[in-house]
């Protein structure tokens, strides 16, 4: 099958689209993929939805501006499978099927509830494609995390790279988020602590600027190692895997326990960053065997501070026990949406997204809702 997986990730930064060839099993093609970035208007639409969805009490209830945001995605998303059909000549009707995984604006597992919004039938009838969307609905049903779903995929493509095992493959997005591929075992995964989302927001409440890049900023600071630990001294970092978390969870514990207001814009930001990568060398301990191999992925990949945090506290280097994912041979930015067009290509065949090691799903359990045109 030819799919296009869609993310719009916790970030909120825009709509990663990319093309993937791929039986459900392996991965035939790792095709092409681009960024469709949301301008401030829709930034803001989505930050202020973030917020109506505090009210939600049921899946289908979109109170506030939701409903406006989820229509507004939900075209862009057509926007941006459109460029990239453009950009590789391809036509509509050469593409079998689209991977949606719309925009998560609430997320309470515990609560047996995540909502993920996104029109998969409006996406359906303006493409003329099939679309597969509602990833997470039925692994959150059955008492599952509902994520992350992507170490079926990642357990894919690391079948093909001859590194040492145990490998992990970080996702360092809003959230930050590890697969852990020790030969044949199963995947065992999870969410790991904040990623880039609190570094964005401390930047942007700051300067007006919506990241560190390159981690310039958190360069020229010094990192508080003791405001660390009194972050890393909540129980959800000792808890083993599975676990997840929402964008927001880690926001107020974390401006409180680091005292954020008072630090200065370079110090505030090298010790986030710190934070994301102890947060990551926090997980180690809690495995059966100390992955020896890791892949960077996502927003943070591209932050070579936050690269040389993450190797510092995990004993590696750069380049050697730490490689970034477009170092061998995948797309850092694009992964996350390579992933769903895998996933949708396993649910259309009806085979297992999660496991009760990656989410703590009771058993291997599909998963995704089908919209035809
Ligand atoms: N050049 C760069 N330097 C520093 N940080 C960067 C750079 N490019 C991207 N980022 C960070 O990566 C973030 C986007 O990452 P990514 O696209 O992986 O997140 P996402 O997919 O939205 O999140 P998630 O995986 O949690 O759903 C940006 O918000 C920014 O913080
Ligand atoms: C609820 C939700 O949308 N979670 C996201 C988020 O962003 C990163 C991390 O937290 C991960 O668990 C998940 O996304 C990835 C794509 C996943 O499900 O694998």
Sequence with gaps: MRVVGLMSGTSMDGIDAAVIDTDGEEVQWLGAALTLPYD??????LVEAMEDARG???RTDRPGVLREAEIRITDLHAQAVHQLLDQLRLAAS????????????????????????????????????????????????????????????????VRRLALPHPVA??????VANVTVIDGDAPPVACDTGPGN???DDFLFARTNVPFDADGRTAARGTVDEARIAEVLAHPFFRQPPPK????????????ERMGLAGMGLEDGAATLTALTAETVAALVPLLARPPVSWIVAGGGARNPT???MLAARLGAQVGVGVRTADAVGWSADALEAHAFGYLAARALKGLPLTFPTTTGAPAPMTGGVLFRP
Aim: no cysteine.
């Design 40 to 45: 401030a208007p829709t930034r803001a639409l």
């Design 306 to 308: 936050m690269l040389a």
């Design 169 to 174: 493959v970080l996702n360092v997005g809003g």
């Design 244 to 255: 997840s978390l929402d964008r927001n969870d880690f926001r107020l514990f974390v401006g």
């Design 94 to 157: 050469d593409i079998d099927l689209v991977g949606f995984h719309g925009q998560t604006v609430f997320h309470r597992p515990d609560a047996r509830l995540t909502v993920q919004i996104g029109l998969g039938q409006r996406l359906a009838d303006s493409l003329g494609v099939p679309v597969m969307a509602d990833f997470r609905a039925a692994d959150v049903a059955a008492g599952g995390q509902g994520a992350p779903l992507v170490p079926v995929f990642h357990r894919a493509l």
């Design 197 to 199: 989302a609190l570094i």
């Design 56 to 58: 939600i009490n049921a």
